[in-house]
């Protein structure tokens, strides 16, 4: 089966500009993470979705972050307007449903905001 | 609210042997589960090992064991006969049913 796909690989930007990356689950997983991964630490979760809904997004920097998946399938992340603090990978990652499922991940987007 | 630490930033072992990498987790859920990932320099999170915590059987997965200590709140894993494609940054992951609370991560050396 195909595993979680992440688009693009790589990304730089210069600071104040917007970028937006995609991803699109295992099929038929209901549910879908984007982390935040900064060099030397682990995975920090931004927003969790249930299907189209919002399960939890209390870490989501909202001023500037946004997530959407309209069709519970396929997400869109993006960065508005981009700061130096943002260079990081970006994870996404999918699991059939809750309650300590395994999550796998795809292989992310690395950005670099000069 | 859930916390994981790795106390060992760098392992390092030869072809082989075996290694253990430390965790520990602090969790107000009575329920939860705990994750070992493996991150090689690709950047490619992969499982190695899932253990729930209502389980008191230790979960194994061929080289790969975890010793579960519930009242300790310690999980830690040990490689057996050590390979060089197990070289990899170590995360450990507490989950109360929903999103993975990631310890910083343990780099592990594999030498020849």
């Known amino acids: 089966e195909a595993g979680v796909a992440q688009s693009p690989r790589y990304k730089i930007i210069e600071k104040r500009q917007s970028v937006a990356f995609w991803c699109n689950p295992i099929s038929g997983h209901a549910t879908l993470y984007w982390y935040q991964q900064i060099l030397g630490q682990g995975p920090k979760l931004l927003i969790q979705f249930q299907n189209n809904g919002v399960v939890d997004d209390s870490q989501l920097p909202k001023d500037r972050f946004s997530a959407e998946r309209l069709k519970g399938v396929d997400s869109t992340l993006k960065i508005q307007p981009a700061k130096l603090e943002d260079s990081a990978v970006y994870l996404c990652?999918?699991?059939?449903?809750?309650?300590?499922?395994?999550?796998?991940f795809g292989p992310g987007t690395r950005l670099l905001v000069l | 609210a859930q916390t994981v630490t790795q106390s060992q930033p760098e392992m390092s072992v030869q072809e082989a042997e075996t290694v253990t990498l430390s965790c520990t987790y602090d969790?107000?859920?009575?329920?939860?589960?705990l994750f070992w990932y493996k991150q090689p320099p690709s950047r490619q999170m992969i499982l190695v090992i899932r253990?729930?915590?209502?389980?008191?059987q230790n979960a194994t997965e061929n080289r790969f064991s975890v010793n579960f200590q519930k009242a300790a709140k310690s999980f830690s894993l040990k490689i057996s006969d050590s390979q060089l494609g197990d070289a990899a940054m170590y995360f450990c992951?507490?989950?109360?049913?929903?999103?993975?609370?990631f310890g910083k991560g343990t780099s592990l050396l594999v030498t020849p």
């Open positions: 992951a507490s989950s109360g049913g929903y999103a993975l609370n």
């Open positions: 969790t107000s859920e009575s329920d939860y589960y």
């Open positions: 253990q729930e915590a209502y389980k008191q």
């Open positions: 990652a999918s699991s059939i449903g809750t309650g300590g499922e395994t999550q796998y």
